[in-house]
């Protein structure tokens, strides 16, 4: 058996405990591992029912993943939540959260068609569609407050900040002092907390979808009102919900700028706050309450470069050694200092 067949074995005490949410006479065809997340096992089963007719669902697995639990749950939440919202997001089928059925801690849902899409090729068209798609989550709101999802949780401190080797010391030091400084203000909204490319979904067709009609501003709109960019390239939607959070709209937009930053070049991050606030978002009106949260969440990358470089070098892009997105990181936070203060 090959490493990648191990990967998609799904293992007996789960595969049981899937098969009880199946419709009769369904059963698991074949099962596939999803590759690119960097927390959780992901496995996708096509499912085969007696008429011949298939579908897939997903199978998320935390492997001695500590707050499995919370972070299940808060999945399971969400994407009840998500449910009719104009977030197209997995749709949950169940959880079990605590492990009390499966070896691990797992949650299954409905399988989104379309592809993460890491490479440098297009970015200039994805950076709006990031941006229109965080508008439309961050502008969900709970129909009551007790189903809001829990307070943000920061993700580092002024003290554990990894300054990258060769780094500019001077702008790296003025940034520590700004999240030393208590938090500012903020209306809370609700957060995806992981926004970023690899949790975003696109089709990418060769050509513009028949039926697409160009706006004035030269986007577009397909025929059911979805965004699309001139080369009808769409969203088809967002995954990983497990670290939901209820905060500022700055933590959401910084964090996927930062990711930006690390994946395509420092002005990309930049340019995803432009882009957030011509969408309709409302980060904070006070630059020195923005660069906050800017700063706050790219520090806090300091700390796990290397566990992203690699999850990108797996996912095709060879060239991002932790060399060079340490580099990336630096010139976004030397750009940030000089730009933003």
């Not at 492997?63 to 104009?86: I, M």
Request: charge should be negative; charged fraction near 25%.
């Amino acid at each position: 058996m090959t490493n990648h067949d191990q990967a998609a074995t799904v293992r007996p005490q789960a595969l049981a405990w899937v098969s009880r949410y199946l419709d009769a006479g369904e059963r698991i065809v074949t099962t596939r591992a999803l590759h690119g997340g960097i927390t959780a096992e992901m496995r996708r089963l096509t499912i085969a029912a007696p008429d011949g007719a298939t579908r897939d669902l997903v199978l998320r697995t935390f492997v001695d993943v500590p707050h499995a639990e919370d972070w299940l749950g808060r999945e399971a939440g969400a994407l009840t939540l998500l449910t009719g919202t104009s977030v197209s997001a997995p749709g949950l089928v169940a959880v079990d959260a605590t492990a009390a059925h499966c070896e691990y801690p797992s949650l299954l849902m409905t399988h989104v068609a379309g592809r993460t899409v890491l490479h440098d090729e297009g970015v200039r068209d994805r950076v709006p569609l990031l941006a229109g798609q965080l508008v439309a989550i961050n502008a969900l709101r709970p129909a009551r407050p007790a189903e809001r999802p829990r307070s943000y949780v920061a993700w580092t401190t002024a003290d554990t900040v990894v300054t990258p080797p060769g780094a500019d010391a001077a702008a790296w030091a003025a940034a520590i002092d700004v999240i030393r400084k208590p938090a500012p203000p903020y209306v809370g909204r609700f957060l995806h907390r992981d926004f970023q490319p690899g949790n975003v979904l696109f089709d990418v067709p060769p050509a513009d979808p028949e039926g697409a009609r160009v706006d004035p501003e030269g986007s577009s709109v397909d025929p059911e009102g979805t965004p699309v960019d001139a080369e009808g390239t769409r969203i088809t939607g967002v995954v990983d919900w497990a670290a939901t959070s209820w905060g500022p709209a700055d933590l959401d937009v910084a964090h996927c700028a930062t990711v930006l930053a690390m994946l395509h070049g420092p002005e990309w991050g930049l340019r995803f706050v432009a882009a957030y606030e011509k969408a309709g978002g409302e980060p904070a009106a006070v630059t020195e309450e923005r660069l906050y949260w800017l700063v706050r969440d790219a520090l806090a990358f300091s700390e796990e470069v290397s566990v992203v470089a690699r999850a990108w070098r797996k996912a095709g892009r060879p060239e991002l050694t932790t060399r060079v997105v340490e580099e990336r990181l630096d010139a976004y936070v030397t750009r940030l200092m000089g730009t933003l203060v």
